[in-house]
């Protein structure tokens, strides 16, 4: 982490729209006037549909894609300089390693590439291929790899060269269950060591998991951002559950109060906690006894499918 | 700093492909056949009969060094046209694998500017072609030197020249296959204009045949342009032959062609978004 610097990816006004090279008519806008920032040490989460521009973003931030306008600062340069993409990690979505490589020659040309020196290289492929379960394939060309075996290859090579910022396009696409954990487990140790983590993902669940920050994007728009505990801070009312009974679907549906009923329990949905007093009370009154009384948050997918939906 | 990873890997690509041990072989099978079953007899100097793999050549009265210089500038004919066939369809592939989805990506987000990503795999490939054609021109000459007593210094230096033809045309494919992505597309814009080039090449018996100013025109105007691998190949068999060569606006326009692809190949690349 550079000492002093506010944001280790600076997003300032970045617009892009995609023209054919033979007229200047607008094609596709995939950004318009995104801003953001991305706090050092911490892991980023950018969600958005299919389509939304989030791939787009990561790679004019990598210089694979050029912004029409706006600026990115990253790790506190320009990214016209590209002297700071040695310090840049990034795992593609759909990754393509040449087939004629093995696994730990994957991990020395890339590693060669991105400028780390040949003997730090060396050390650094031997500890991810062992930390994402490939030693025994370092030697077994990657054409012979699953998908799983050529993602977690593709998140080792995005590692090799001990990069300060990683970007990680759908990470866990194609991994098992067990693999995904390790992925997760793997983000928060690097971000805990002071590296920085940008996942580009529409898994709302993996982002939940482990992202300390994230916005949501739709149709090259940032729309919203913030933590997970801010984004769905939101009350949305109370959930009472009581013993169904006739006496009490009777008693419901003439206060027009709303219900579902699951496994022998009726889930009553009251608004505020004025509301919520009001039927405990009466409830309590016909002797009926309460099983539970929960304060209803909104979920991310709540909110995705809301922000997104809209 | 100079990291030559994009460089190697592309030797090492057409080891695993086994590009590059197909052309080997070719030429180890050339040179073989030429050392094993090209049998001469010479009689005072003079060739009294050629034999190859057993079936008599028909030979007028050469010396042997005439013999050899027309032996060797038939070969270099024959790699100058079927041979530089083969390397353009080999190497065809080189761009477009690396512009894939999901490779170039892996690429381009280094600390390496994209000029010298594209360079490194242009050198790669030309590196592989002036391997295998330096083999082969080395070893018949070394072959035909130790059976005939018969040096001829052109004939391996003719291999700057096949090599020149190879890498002037692979320029042309490498602008076609990197601007389309597509590889048969800068094969077949290369293997044009390697068809066309003996009628361009005629451009002084032609021109006039043609009905009008226009035609005339556009027709002299190609030849200037495309580059001019019949006078190439033409400029080996003279440099065989040790008659006198004058290539040098040849080499310049054909050079020019090839710089002009591979700017416009750098300034397409480097701008593309992928």
């Given amino acids: ?77 320009f990214i016209r300089d590209r002297s700071v993409l040695k310090r840049v990690g990034y795992l593609p979505e759909n990754p393509r390693f040449p087939t004629h490589l093995t696994a730990l020659q994957v991990l020395k040309l890339y590693g060669s590439l991105s400028g780390a020196d040949t003997k730090r290289v060396r050390e650094n492929a031997a500890k991810w291929l062992d930390r994402l379960g490939l030693t025994e394939w370092r030697h077994v060309r990657v054409s012979k790899f699953s998908k799983g075996m050529n993602e977690r290859l593709a998140l080792a090579q995005a590692l090799v060269h001990d990069p300060d910022f990683i970007f990680l396009d759908e990470p866990t696409d194609g991994l098992d269950p067990v693999a995904r954990r390790e992925v997760r487990a793997i983000c928060r140790e690097l971000a805990d060591s002071g590296k920085t983590i940008f996942i580009n993902s529409h898994i709302l669940a993996e982002i939940e998991l482990i992202c300390d920050r994230i916005a949501l994007m739709k149709s090259g728009e940032i729309i919203e951002q913030g933590t997970i505990a801010e984004l769905t801070s939101a009350r949305t009312g109370y959930e009472l559950v009581v013993a169904v009974s006739d006496e009490i679907r009777n008693w419901l549906e003439e206060k027009t109060l709303s219900f579902t009923a699951v496994d022998g329990h009726v889930h009553i949905h009251l608004p505020d906690r004025a509301s919520a007093n009001s039927a405990i009370d009466a409830l309590r009154a016909k002797n009926v006894e309460v099983e539970s009384l929960v304060q209803r948050r909104r979920t991310l997918e709540s909110v995705f499918i809301e922000k997104v939906g809209e | 700093m100079f990291r030559p990873g994009v460089f190697l890997d592309t030797f090492q690509e ?134 005939a007593g018969v040096w001829n210094q052109g004939f391996p230096i003719s291999t700057i020249l096949a090599i020149f033809a190879f890498i002037v045309l692979f320029s042309a494919v490498m602008l076609v296959s990197v601007t389309t992505e597509s590889g048969p597309a800068g094969l077949l814009v290369a293997a044009t204009m390697l068809m066309f080039s003996p009628l361009l090449a005629a451009h002084e018996q032609i021109t006039p045949a043609l009905s009008s100013e226009l035609y005339r025109r556009v027709f002299r105007s190609l030849y200037w342009v495309v580059p001019k691998t019949a006078e190439t190949i033409g400029a080996m068999r003279r440099l065989i032959t040790e008659r006198p060569l004058e290539i040098n606006w040849v080499v310049g326009t054909s050079l020019a062609f090839a710089l002009v692809c591979y700017i416009a190949t750098v300034i397409y690349f480097t701008r593309k978004d992928y």
């Fill in chain 1, 1 to 77: 982490m550079i000492k002093g610097m506010q944001f280790a990816l600076e997003v300032n006004g970045v617009s892009k729209t995609f023209r054919r090279w033979w007229t200047r008519r607008r094609q596709v806008r995939a950004l318009h006037n995104v801003n953001f920032g991305v706090v050092p040490g911490s892991i980023f989460g950018l969600l958005g549909p299919n389509g939304a521009g989030k791939t787009t973003l990561v790679k004019i931030a990598l210089t694979i894609a050029h912004a029409d306008e706006g600026e990115i600062r990253l790790l506190g340069e």
């Fill in chain 2, 14 to 147: 057409s080891f695993r492909n086994k590009m590059f041990l197909f052309f080997f072989i070719v030429a180890s099978l050339i040179v073989g056949s030429i050392g094993l079953a090209l049998n001469m007899d010479v009689v005072n100097g003079v060739m009294r009969g050629v034999t190859f793999f057993g079936s008599e050549l028909r030979v007028p009265a050469f010396t042997v060094k005439q013999w050899v210089e027309s032996f060797q500038a038939g070969l270099a004919m024959v790699i100058g046209t079927f041979g530089l066939f083969l390397a353009l369809m080999a190497t065809s592939t080189l761009f477009p694998q690396m512009l894939q989805k999901g490779s170039v990506d892996l690429l381009l987000c280094r600390p390496i500017p994209r000029w010298r990503l594209v360079t490194a795999r242009f050198l790669g490939g030309a590196a592989i072609m002036a391997f295998n054609a330096a083999y082969l021109f080395v070893g018949v000459w070394a072959v035909l030197g130790l059976k």
